[in-house]
């Protein structure tokens, strides 16, 4: 069984497209995570909800919108994607201060 | 703020060299320290952790001792394989802000036959 699993893995689509990346979590966690990583492998993190709330919400733009609609899942939507957020996102959870992590996202804007 | 340096690489290595990539931290309360890694193509795993000071995480050969004194958290694996390249992770947890990874920059190992 996939512990964080996220859909869909590869994402290609046009400059100003709107797209949403979804995340389920098996593991009864109570915090999940998205994250950015770009091409040199940095991570950077974008937002935490923790039981549906939102805790965490870095400088991200605004086109970036998550959505928790219960503990186990957290979606990313992107509105009007721009060439810059080609990166790879990753999904993670967490609970006792260990996180786990989906296998990303690879998305790419022509 | 708290915060994760981690040496750059690429590290190049040959099979069955001994390995040591450096980690030093920042953090205000009382950390928990992580080692993840990173296949290609992958997502991050859980390598090993340590939650307290002089605890040494250790996990498929690869070990790391929290050092509070120097604040660092270094990894090592005394005979590394070509299975082992991958993009290695350090990070941390805050006592203080449990809800918030920090990571490094990452480094890339490649190990050749």
């Known amino acids: 069984d996939t512990a964080v699993s996220q859909t869909p893995k590869y994402l290609v689509t046009q400059m100003g497209n709107d797209k949403s990346i979804k995340c389920e979590q098996n593991l009864g966690h109570d915090t999940m995570y998205w994250y950015k990583q770009d091409s040199k492998k940095f991570l950077k993190i974008m937002f935490s909800y923790n039981n549906k709330e939102l805790i965490i919400n870095e400088t991200v733009p605004n086109r970036f919108s998550p959505k928790s609609p219960d503990k186990a899942h957290l979606n990313l939507h992107i509105n009007s994607l721009e060439l810059g957020d080609s990166a790879v996102y990753f999904c993670?959870?967490?609970?006792?201060?260990?996180?786990?992590f989906g296998q990303g996202t690879r998305l790419t804007v022509v | 703020g708290d915060s994760v340096t981690q040496m750059e690489g690429p590290v190049t290595l040959s099979e069955e060299a001994f390995l040591t990539i450096n980690c030093t931290y920042t953090?205000?309360?009382?950390?928990?320290l992580f080692w993840y890694v990173q296949y290609p193509g992958e997502g991050l795993q859980l390598l090993l952790k340590a939650t307290k000071a002089d605890d040494k995480g250790s996990n498929k050969g690869f070990e790391a001792t929290y050092r509070k004194e120097t604040t660092s958290f270094h990894l090592e694996k005394g005979s590394v394989q070509v299975s082992d390249s991958a993009v290695y992770f350090c990070?941390?947890?805050?006592?203080?802000?449990?809800?918030?990874?920090?990571f490094g920059s990452g480094t890339k190992l490649n190990v050749k036959p």
């Open positions: 993670a959870s967490s609970q006792d201060r260990e996180a786990f």
């Open positions: 990070a941390l947890s805050d006592q203080g802000d449990f809800n918030k990874f920090y």
């Open positions: 953090a205000t309360g009382y950390p928990s």
